[in-house]
């Protein structure tokens, strides 16, 4: 199903969750983890997290980035699946209030911008200002000698260099399609197409 509004069409990420108590009931708000807009030829723009969205529970992975990081961690997945997700979604970094990213040290003591992937991750820090972007804008925000560090406080938290973020947003289309090509799916989340 594909919801559509004002000639945009959706994907929707669902919390695997809900369900839904009779046939086409239109979820709440609160159980969409996020969406993909999808253009007329079929192509999926970059993956939006729903500020709304409030997990099960904490150990509920929040977005696709921190499922593939859990999956990651746990040695289910590649890391290059999380560099085409992180290539192809927005996220959000901390800044200081004066347009500057908010600058932090990492457990092992590396300087890192603070980038979290959804709103779950946002409210574990303070930080005067957030800023939502894409990872091309995170790339020019690191100095040299800068890292980024994402969902710190979670149970997924990882520094990830500024070499691998570059990197990362270079990918071109191709290359991402190839990282995602597998058959694991980001932990107990569910994908779902919607018609409202």
């Known amino acids: 199903m594909t919801e559509q509004v ?11 969750a809900w369900q839904p108590s009779e046939e086409d009931e239109a979820p709440p708000l609160h159980a969409v983890v996020g969406l993909w807009p999808v253009e007329e030829d079929g192509a999926v723009g970059r993956f939006r997290a729903n ?8 150990d509920s992975p929040s ?7 859990r ?21 959000d970094v901390a800044m200081n209030g004066d347009g500057r990213p908010l600058v932090l040290k990492s457990p092992d003591e590396i300087p890192c911008v603070v980038v979290c ?3 779950p991750h946002r ?10 972007t894409d990872l091309a804008e995170v790339v020019a925000l690191l100095a040299d000698g800068v890292d980024a560090l994402i969902n710190p406080g979670g149970p997924a938290s990882v520094r990830l260099s ?11 289309e191709e290359e991402a399609r190839q990282l995602l090509k597998t058959d694991v799916h980001p932990a107990g989340l569910r994908m779902d197409t919607w018609a409202g």
């Open 123 to 132: 409210a574990r820090m303070f930080a005067p200002d957030w800023q939502r």
């Open 63 to 69: 977005d696709p980035i921190d499922a593939g990081l």
């Open 162 to 172: 500024g070499d691998f973020l570059r990197e990362t947003a270079n990918l071109t």
């Open 71 to 91: 999956l990651v961690l746990r040695g289910d997945a590649e890391i290059g699946q999380v560099q085409a997700l992180l290539r192809d979604s927005l996220v």
């Open 117 to 119: 992937t959804s709103e």
């Open 51 to 58: 500020p709304d969205y409030r997990p099960v529970d904490a």
């Open 6 to 16: 004002a000639d945009e069409n959706w994907l929707l990420l669902m919390d695997p």
